[in-house]
């Protein structure tokens, strides 16, 4: 069973950084494509960015573009989120999310067939 934890949320201000990372177990990172979510009260989950099974296809939501940047350490099994420059509008929950094969759709939650529970992102102004 793959089992996908969280952690590195926590409380920052406007301007700061946060590294948020995703450490996987039951299946070798290297056979999984991975993704960032975030999803804030009454609003669907929305994809932030998406890293394919090599980490050379990357892919961002505008929004992040520039400030945060998915990375992943096979070696590790853990997959990270480096944010910088987080606003306001950047709180939210982090989950992290992967699949053994290649999604024909980041954005759809329902491409990814396993989560993580979450990590809390607040981002005071």
């Known amino acids: 069973q793959v089992q996908l934890v969280e952690s590195g949320g926590g409380l920052v201000q406007a301007g700061g950084s946060l590294r948020l990372s995703c450490a996987t177990s039951?299946?070798?990172?290297?056979?999984?494509?991975m993704g960032w979510f975030r999803q804030v009260p009454r609003k669907e989950r929305e994809l932030l960015t998406y890293i394919d099974w090599s980490g050379q296809s990357t892919y961002y939501r505008d929004s992040v573009k520039g400030r945060f940047t998915i990375s992943r350490d096979n070696a590790k099994n853990t997959v990270y989120l480096q944010m910088n420059s987080l606003k306001p509008e950047d709180t939210a929950v982090y989950y992290c999310?992967?699949?053994?094969?290649?999604?024909?759709?980041?954005?759809?939650?329902?491409?990814?067939?396993?989560w993580g529970q979450g990590t809390q992102v607040t981002v005071s102004s």
């Open positions: 039951g299946r070798t990172l290297s056979t999984l494509v």
């Open positions: 999310a992967a699949n053994p094969y290649l999604v024909s759709n980041y954005a759809s939650t329902n491409e990814y067939r396993y």
